[in-house]
């Protein structure tokens, strides 16, 4: 989806269209989660300090995030995509791949079919990459944003991932893309003269998946079944907090939040585990965790002075609290479904 948290506000309130706007966090420490592409012309991007955004683009609107609308309309278009296929794997609210290679018609036609279906019952538009794979349709997705949709051919695809900035590749963060520049890689092209052995020299078994993917080879299904491993939520506070009874006051609300999301959309999966987690002042991180299969506002506290102690006196700028699910057993999900 494109921008999906801004443009279904745009969508909501009319007047904002045109004006620059972003979705996120409006304290000091806030952050963006989305921004419209007139904020972007101006810089601003997700995961943007809230405070940094509004210094590049001053008149940028910045609202509140909305996660109960927001996950209604993905529920909206996931439903669309059930209709052209079964075989979904969701990544985000707003991002899934989709397996039509079973359909009559070819992939182009079906990707235009649900952008026009998804632009019709929610008025927001939809941009799509075509490939034989996860690697190369991933990338793809990018290449005609705002509302548009590209495809990678086979034949191609070694033409098009020539020049393909490393960062570009799944799996590659900045301190991967820093190395691989150091040793004189920038592009896939250029990856694609070093053998297997070479990449798996300077980057171990990563290496493997660099010499594959330079070349466009990914072998990875659509994976419907696709589970949830935790649940959880964190805040980051205007002020740091000095006291734990500050921070159970606000653990308190984090939980209810937690204990909510979960009985909302995951009451069929089973705890294993809970976390707590604190960023202190120094941006020191820390975590405590206990086996658990509930919910517990106590237990949550506990580990929460847990955490704590290991701050030695130092104030707290965030907390977070998790579940953690255990393995869905296969079969019980298959005679779940046969109801």
């Known amino acids: ?36 592409y007139e904020a972007r012309k101006y810089g601003c991007r997700s995961a943007m300090p809230s405070f940094k955004a509004r210094e590049l683009c001053p008149h940028l609107i910045l609202l ?43 992939a182009a036609s079906v990707a235009w079919e649900i952008r026009e279906r998804i632009r ?28 548009g949709q590209f495809e990678v051919k086979d034949r ?32 896939c092209g250029v990856m694609r003269e070093k053998s297997e052995l070479e990449l798996t020299q300077k980057f171990g078994k990563f290496g493997s998946s660099l010499y594959r993917l330079c070349r466009g080879i990914d072998d990875r299904p659509v994976n419907p079944n696709r589970e949830r491993k935790s649940l959880g939520n964190e805040r980051t506070f205007h002020h740091n907090l000095s006291s734990i009874d500050e921070g159970i006051e606000k653990l308190d609300e984090i939980v209810a939040e937690l204990q909510d999301d979960y009985s909302g959309r995951h009451t069929g999966r089973t705890i294993r585990e809970c976390v707590v987690k604190l960023k202190f002042e120094d941006f020191q991180i820390t975590s405590a965790q206990t086996a658990s299969s509930t919910i517990e506002p106590d237990l949550f506290r506990e580990l929460l002075a847990e955490a704590w102690e290991r701050g030695e006196g130092k104030s707290v700028r965030l907390i977070g609290a998790a579940v953690r699910f255990k393995p869905v057993v296969k079969g019980a999900v298959e005679q779940l479904e046969m109801f």
Request: hydrophobic content about 40%; some cysteine; charged content about 25%.
């Open 156 to 187: 191609e695809k070694l033409d098009f991932l020539a020049e393909l900035p490393v960062e570009k590749i799944w799996g590659v963060g900045k301190r991967t893309a820093d190395r691989l520049h150091m040793h004189g890689i920038p592009t």
């Open 120 to 147: 019709q019952e929610t008025q927001l538009t939809a941009s799509a990459g075509i490939a034989s794979n996860k690697f190369l349709a991933k990338i793809a997705s990018d290449w005609r944003k705002p509302d």
């Open 64 to 106: 509140p995030v909305r996660f109960d609308l927001y996950r209604q309309e993905s529920a909206r278009i996931r439903e669309i995509f059930s209709q052209f296929t079964s075989l979904i794997e969701p990544l985000s609210l707003d991002e899934a791949y989709l397996d039509v290679s079973h359909l009559r018609s070819d």
């Open 1 to 36: 989806m494109d921008c999906f948290y801004a443009a279904i506000e745009m969508r909501e309130q009319p007047e904002l269209v045109g004006k620059p706007i972003a979705v996120g966090g409006r304290s000091g420490r806030g952050v963006l989660t989305t921004c419209n």
